[in-house]
């Protein structure tokens, strides 16, 4: 397994401004937040699904301004790879490239995004 990622700060390139109280975490902010923010590089090679989403997490941003996002109903060790090379899309975008490589449903809250096997989110809706 390999996992590169660009050693640009990602709080610069998410334009991350500590200044002001943190955002409301309603669901429209969830949405234009991931849709907005660009990710710089990303250059995942058989990386598991754990990695790529603590890439993800932008731990250079605090919790309280930043969309959480988590593999909800995966094992927490999935033997899930995901392999995605990209330069500048934004995180919804590559959210979306995620979700299609492990099979599940992009499931939106408010300051979370969870990632559902396709199966279990099918059985949610029932």
Do not use: H
């Amino acid at each position: 397994m390999v996992l590169q990622v660009s050693l640009f700060p990602m709080g610069a390139a998410c334009g991350f401004d500590p200044a002001g109280t943190p955002p409301d975490r309603t669901l429209e902010w969830t949405f234009l937040d991931v849709s907005k923010r660009t990710v710089p590089v990303i250059d995942f090679d058989k990386s598991s699904l754990e990695d790529a989403l603590d890439f993800l997490n932008t731990p250079e941003i605090p919790k309280s301004y930043r969309v959480e996002i988590d593999a909800k109903g995966f094992e927490e060790k999935s033997n899930r790879t995901i392999t995605l090379k990209c330069k500048g899309k934004t995180m919804l975008d590559v959210l979306i490239e995620v979700a299609d490589q492990v099979d599940a449903n992009l499931v939106f809250s408010p300051g979370r995004i969870s990632l559902v096997p396709r199966g279990e989110a099918d059985k949610a809706q029932r």
